[in-house]
């Protein structure tokens, strides 16, 4: 069975701080993807970041990162100096070997001015 | 290009009404599937289908039904609507294979059963 687990339901920083969020997941397939998306207030989902299961490789986009260890089952998403525009929902999803697409439950980031 | 096309984008029903959300995709992709969403609870697969007269169950069915009758469109039937389904509903896309390289969501509907 897959399942994703985002243990965090709502963080709050103030502006400028730096936050990660994390997911961990379980799966019994070698070859699998995981995915962050945002949903900003609006309410559409928003694509960030896709990796697969052979690529460990850390990943940065300008005030974003991602952490990929297959050792502790995490891909966790860091956001350093947050901004009042990266308050939203945040969910991790995992894609196994079948074409259905497992979310979390989500964490709810807020960010004060 | 439109991408993932959902309609309505909102909808109210009375409890034991039916009612179609529509999902058409034009990129040709094998895969598409329905959500739905609720505080707390993330997205949920309802059903979902590899492909043109083949769907599947995923985690919460009851209550839905749907069908495959061509590549583009997938829509999603309420029999009988109940008040626990008030929720908002995403309808997701892809390729399959070793031509997968991400889902598609639609914008959603936002259905509320009265």
């Known amino acids: 069975a897959q399942k994703v687990t985002q243990a965090q339901t709502e963080i709050s920083v103030v502006e400028k701080e730096d936050v990660t969020l994390d997911c961990v997941y379980e799966t019994r397939d070698t070859t699998y993807y995981l995915f962050w998306y945002k949903q900003p207030p609006s309410g559409e989902l928003v694509f960030l970041i896709r990796r697969n299961s052979f690529d460990e490789q850390n990943e940065i986009s300008g005030r974003y990162s991602w952490n990929f260890q297959k050792s502790t089952s995490s891909f966790n998403f860091t956001i350093t100096a947050s901004q009042v525009v990266d308050s939203a929902v945040y969910f991790c999803a995992l894609k196994g070997n079948t074409d259905k697409l497992i979310f979390g439950t989500g964490t709810r980031l807020q960010v004060f001015p | 290009n439109a991408g993932v096309t959902q309609t309505p984008k909102f909808q109210v029903l009375k409890t034991g009404q039916s009612m179609t959300l529509q999902c058409a995709q034009d990129?040709?992709?094998?895969?598409m599937s329905w959500y739905r969403q609720d505080p707390g609870m993330g997205l949920r697969l309802i059903h979902y289908s590899v492909g043109a007269g083949i769907t599947d169950q995923g985690e919460v069915p009851n209550g839905y039904n749907v069908s495959r009758s061509t590549t583009e469109d997938f829509p999603l039937r309420l029999l009988s609507a109940a008040p626990s389904q008030t929720s908002v509903y995403f309808c997701?896309?892809?390729?399959?294979?070793?031509?997968?390289?991400?889902?598609?969501f639609g914008s959603g509907t936002r259905l509320t059963v009265v």
């Open positions: 990129m040709n992709h094998e895969y």
């Open positions: 997701a896309s892809s390729l399959t294979g070793t031509g997968f390289y991400g889902y598609t």
